[in-house]
């Protein structure tokens, strides 16, 4: 009668040997379960840092290439102007690391850029001041000076960069949940459970004889019952990752983008030279006719940049790209299988825990197993995945009422990313370096308020945490207690207006 969770009656244990074993039963639990998550997460790190890896020795690859070709090309016109391309790059390497870029304004600028620079060398007898350059850019739409160049790269660089970065950021996000979900710290009733299942049946002298597989299945739906409940913002997660994959290997290919981004910022440029005319005399109309040189500096001017030179046609089997020793289709097809296996991974996380040949008996040993009691057949159904199904957990005793923090905050995070993965996955561009809005909720389908959500998600990957929600209103002139004030008064002017207009 000494034993406080174990069957009492004819016993081997002391109270002190049932004490000690109630710890190691919690320590085998939290390693069993801490082993089938590092795997997973093992997987996602991996596949995280190839995918880094590969996109950003991709972007090196194809800035030394178009350096090499220009050089080549057009010589000492390409290297007094190669800081225009370098800055193209720095945005483009800023954009998958930090976020922070509007990817169509940056494209914009710098085809305007391009085309100022390309007008002076065009029209070098006339001397052009930087507000009548200005003037020129501002034609760049209306002209198309570079054919339909800048449009189409814009579509493909937009979309394919939107895709790999969000494709990068969930295989860094999911190896983050899964770290800190796989931290289990069992309850009290959990821990008594466990003592019961494991070693109660040693005090009796059955030491091989191990647990029945429904007793622990019971056991273990009841002791990871909250992780049961990420599955279904998981599986969603898993599906949404799957479908940009679908893009990657198709119309959003950053490979097949940047391999040849070269060529065609060359196309545009012999594009432009070959409308000089036309474009400059729209120009001149419209911006008004420039300043002739003087004389003895137009001869200079002209042999200083001759443009003449001709781009050599492009034959993509020269030079295939590889980055990281690996090329994208290999490696989304590889991110595939990995993630068609991690689907259901949390409902399936109780089974796999009592398939290890340390935690219970196998199925088919059903008689000459440990039940809780004695060695006999486990007669109770085994209940539900989640925490709503464990008020009937006949083994574990389960607070249904209290779910874990930490898993709201990851599902919460699964959610977001979701989100983000089907902006990217319809073209659209994703905003990552503001984790204010995720709090919220805003765009992710949530429908949680703002008080009821974390404040924040600790992702560890490239995401830069943004301002608060609080801030970034003190930093647009209205405080935070002032915006429920104007929404009122613009909605009450609204109806007001409404009515006017009736």
């Given at each position: 009668d000494h034993?406080?969770?174990?069957?009492?009656g004819s016993t081997?244990?002391?109270?002190?040997?049932?004490?000690?074993?109630?710890?190691?039963?919690?320590?085998?639990?939290?390693?069993?379960?801490?082993?089938?998550?590092?795997?997973?997460?093992?997987?996602?790190?991996s596949r995280y840092k190839k995918f880094d890896e590969f996109f950003k020795e991709l972007l090196e690859n194809a800035e030394k290439s178009l350096n090499d070709m220009f050089v080549k090309t057009y010589g000492h016109l390409y290297m007094q102007n190669s800081e225009l391309f370098k800055d193209l790059f720095v945005e483009l390497k800023r954009y998958y690391v930090v976020g922070n870029v509007n990817l169509e304004e940056m494209l914009n600028d710098f085809w305007a850029r391009l085309l100022e620079r390309m007008f002076r060398l065009v029209n070098?007898?006339?001397?052009?001041?930087?507000?009548y350059l200005?003037?020129?850019s501002k034609y760049t739409?209306?002209?198309?000076?570079f054919g339909d160049v800048p449009r189409k790269l814009k579509l493909q660089?937009?979309?394919?960069?939107?895709?790999?970065?969000?494709?990068?950021?969930?295989?860094?996000?999911?190896?983050?949940?899964?770290?800190?979900?796989?931290?289990?710290?069992?309850?009290?009733?959990c821990t008594h459970a466990l003592l019961k299942m494991i070693y109660c049946s040693h005090c009796r002298g059955l030491v091989t004889v191990k647990p029945c597989y429904n007793y622990?299945?019971?056991?273990?739906?009841?002791?990871?019952?909250?992780?049961?409940?990420?599955?279904?913002?998981?599986?969603?997660?898993?599906?949404?990752?799957?479908?940009?994959?679908?893009?990657?290997?198709g119309p959003f290919n950053i490979e097949s983008v940047m391999d040849p981004i070269d060529v065609k910022i060359s196309d545009a440029i012999m594009n432009m030279q070959d409308n000089s005319v036309q474009v400059s005399q729209k120009v001149f109309q419209g911006c008004g006719p420039p300043k002739p040189l003087p004389a003895g500096r137009i001869s200079r001017s002209i042999s200083e940049s001759a443009f003449s030179a001709r781009f050599r046609p492009h034959h993509p089997e020269e030079r295939p790209t590889t980055a990281a020793g690996t090329s994208l289709d290999r490696l989304v097809t590889d991110v595939k299988e990995k993630l068609k296996q991690a689907k259901k991974f949390w409902s399936s996380l109780p089974s796999n825990v009592c398939n290890d040949e340390r935690m219970a008996a196998g199925n088919g040993n059903e008689d000459d197993c440990w039940n809780g009691k004695g060695k006999s057949r486990y007669l109770f159904a085994v209940t539900g995945n989640g925490l709503a199904n464990q008020g009937n957990n006949p083994e574990v005793q389960v607070d249904t009422s209290k779910p874990d923090i930490l898993i709201l905050r990851q599902i919460m995070a699964l959610r977001v990313m979701t989100s983000k993965m089907k902006n990217a996955y319809n073209g659209n561009d994703v905003d990552f370096f503001d984790t204010s809005d995720e709090s919220s909720g805003e765009g992710s389908g949530s429908g949680c308020?703002?008080?009821?959500?974390?404040?924040?998600?600790?992702?560890?990957?490239?995401?830069?945490?943004?301002?608060?929600?609080?801030?970034?209103?003190?930093?647009?002139?209205?405080?935070p207690g002032a915006q429920a004030y104007l929404l009122t008064a613009f909605c009450i002017l609204f109806l007001v207006m409404q009515r006017e207009w009736r």
């Open positions: 034993l406080k969770i174990c069957p009492q081997c244990c002391s109270q002190e040997m049932e004490e000690k074993y109630s710890l190691q039963s919690k320590d085998d639990f939290k390693s069993v379960v801490s082993e089938q998550c590092n795997h997973l997460q093992a997987v996602f790190a070098s007898q006339y001397h052009f001041t930087d507000e200005e003037c020129v739409e209306q002209l198309k000076p660089v937009t979309r394919a960069f939107v895709a790999a970065r969000t494709f990068a950021q969930g295989l860094a996000v999911a190896g983050d949940v899964v770290s800190k979900v796989s931290v289990v710290n069992p309850t009290a009733q622990c299945s019971n056991i273990m739906r009841g002791c990871l019952a909250n992780q049961g409940d990420l599955d279904f913002e998981w599986n969603n997660f898993i599906d949404a990752m799957l479908m940009v994959a679908e893009r990657l290997e308020e703002y008080q009821q959500c974390p404040s924040e998600f600790d992702y560890n990957a490239t995401d830069h945490a943004g301002k608060s929600a609080n801030e970034k209103a003190d930093s647009a002139g209205v405080r």
